[in-house]
């Protein structure tokens, strides 16, 4: 009864935790918010394509470095919390970086330094995290609880679109907010809304894996995950999928940056878009929920990754018919928000199949610091645009999403190279 009573008060906490961090990135949305805030300090398409890759880079890359480490920790969820107070450090600096920060030059490098910190502390929470997600959520309920953390919180974050538009116009209940106080205003609230979810995933109870009697080398770890790698072509083909994948999105936050300079969009409008992205989300994610657990998070995939083909295409139409913004837009910012959504449904559920059970710090940390390095990359898709065009960055992401789509149908057969 007891063992009942946690599994249900695990799944809540972690239901929790995801519904406040998605209302938290809706008040600071990498793809509107943060990239209107830097394309207001800097002109350089590399700059402004570097966001993605740095919030995400630090969450993939440290964590094969550290499964040593964590496998030594009977139980995850509380050097999960401990990591928190780092990570909560960071965003409070941030914030205080942006309220009293007013040359844009120093204000950018003050994000950035920041930005490094918050992504590296949570690539120390991203290891237990999973590992503790595979542990206390039985497979045959990962795909609702992904959906119902987007689903509540998405539908909170949609609530909350219209404060985002109200903070970025200025004015605030009678308060008239400048550039940066209004974005400065946004990543306060989107601040107490992120340490609150991770306190709730803090209090998850899990039992105690049993500690190896010594902690694994990390010249011998980095040798055994070389062996996983070469032995496994069903990871292998998942690694390359999610690395098409990556790519693949970074047509989105671009999307923003076309549609400021060259379509004059003001903020106030991008900020309508934020509800309509997260509708889209909200209304798609339980279906793909119930897709991922009745049959399967790749057909998810693939799902996502066919429309993302579509997505692309329409980018291109906003350029070969940009009089056709006010129908595009919504429709571009709709399309992403679906498959967002579904690949954050199906994505965990696909890798936590593929993980042997006890060997989740070891699987786990190989793929996400791969990814991590992948991630790196996509900063440099600021260089297609700067040298050959947006619209030669949206033909490239619907080939990307095209890969994706052919390594997910190769998931089926574990044999298969």
């Known amino acids: 009864m007891a063992d009942h009573k946690n599994d249900r008060r695990n799944f809540v906490l972690h239901i929790l935790n995801g519904v406040l961090f998605y209302v938290s990135e809706a008040f600071t949305d990498p793809n509107l918010v943060v990239t209107a805030f830097l394309s207001q300090l800097t002109a350089s398409n590399v700059l402004i394509g570097l966001l993605a890759p740095l919030r995400d880079t630090g969450w993939f890359l440290p964590q094969l470095f550290i499964s040593p480490w964590v496998e030594r920790m009977p139980r995850k969820a509380r050097f999960y919390g401990l990591i928190t107070y780092v990570r909560s450090a960071g965003w409070i600096l941030l914030v205080a970086c942006m309220f009293l920060i007013e040359q844009p030059s120093t204000l950018l490098i003050a994000f950035f330094i920041c930005m490094v910190l918050i992504s590296i502390s949570a690539g120390f929470a991203g290891l237990p995290f999973m590992t503790v997600t595979q542990k206390v959520i039985p497979a045959d309920r990962l795909g609702l609880l992904f959906g119902l953390r987007l689903f509540i919180g998405g539908g909170l974050a949609i609530l909350a679109g219209g404060l985002i538009g109200v903070i970025l116009s200025g004015n605030v209940f009678g308060l008239q ?33 049993p500690v190896p009697a010594r902690m694994t080398p990390l010249s011998a770890q980095l040798g055994r995950a070389w062996a996983m790698l070469k032995s496994d072509p069903r990871f292998r083909r998942f690694l390359l999928m999610r690395v098409a994948l990556m790519f693949a999105m970074t047509c989105i936050p671009f999307i923003t940056v076309y549609a400021k300079r060259d379509l004059g969009v003001s903020d106030a409008y991008l900020g309508s878009l934020v509800p309509i992205a997260l509708a889209a989300s909200l209304l798609s994610n339980l279906i793909w929920a119930r897709i991922t657990d009745r049959r399967s998070s790749r057909m998810v995939l693939a799902l996502c990754s066919g429309l993302g083909v579509v997505l692309c295409a329409l980018s291109l139409g906003l350029i070969a018919f940009n009089t056709a913004a006010p129908v595009l837009l919504p429709l571009v910012y ?58 030669a960055l949206f033909l490239f992401c619907g080939v990307c999403f095209a890969l994706a789509l052919e390594r997910v149908t190769r998931l089926r057969n574990p044999v298969v190279n």
């Open 177 to 209: 907010l400048r550039f940066p106080d209004n974005y400065a205003l946004l990543f306060a609230v989107s601040t107490i809304f992120f340490v609150t979810g991770c306190v709730a995933f803090a209090l998850i109870k899990e039992e105690p894996d």
């Open 334 to 391: 709709a399309l992403g928000g679906i498959i967002g959504s579904g690949i954050g449904v199906s994505t965990t559920p696909q890798m936590i199949q593929i993980v042997p059970a006890g060997q989740g710090p070891l699987y786990f940390g190989l793929l996400n610091t791969l990814l991590g390095v992948a991630m790196l990359f996509t900063s440099l898709v600021g260089l297609i645009v700067d040298g050959l065009g947006f619209a």
